[in-house]
């Protein structure tokens, strides 16, 4: 798979991540509407997972979202977070890029930190 980033910028977004939630957080992914690379994965976990699945669903949920909340009281979409038995997962999406983190559990305060910190990156 050909890397979307050059190697400068996806270090950029794996630091950022891994220093806002430390050792929780489990796996890095940068993607597009089309294409995704995996910025940083945990070594204690599978290194077989297919995100193909994954990148779509968040891209056309990011999309559906947007739009459902668009012009809401509750203001404009920020990010959004999924929880699951094992853990959680973060995305953080523009109208072109977006980044998704995988973490075990952290505070909503924590969750706040990374989305912001993933913002400032994506600009």
Do not use: H, P
Not at 64 to 82: N, V
């Amino acid at each position: 798979m050909a890397s979307l980033l050059d190697e400068e910028t996806a270090e950029m977004i794996a630091t950022t991540c891994r220093t806002t939630v430390g050792d929780s957080c489990r796996s890095v992914t940068y993607f597009t509407r089309d294409d995704y690379d995996q910025l940083y994965l945990r070594e204690d976990l599978e290194q077989d997972a297919d995100l193909t699945s994954f990148i779509g669903n968040e891209w056309r949920g990011f999309q559906i979202t947007q739009d459902a909340y668009l012009g809401s009281e509750l203001g404009a979409y920020e990010y959004t977070i999924r929880s699951f038995e094992r853990g959680y997962l973060v995305r953080v999406t523009t109208d072109r890029e977006g980044v998704f983190v995988t973490t075990d559990g952290i505070s909503m305060q924590d969750f706040e930190a990374l989305a912001a910190a993933l913002k400032s990156v994506l600009r």
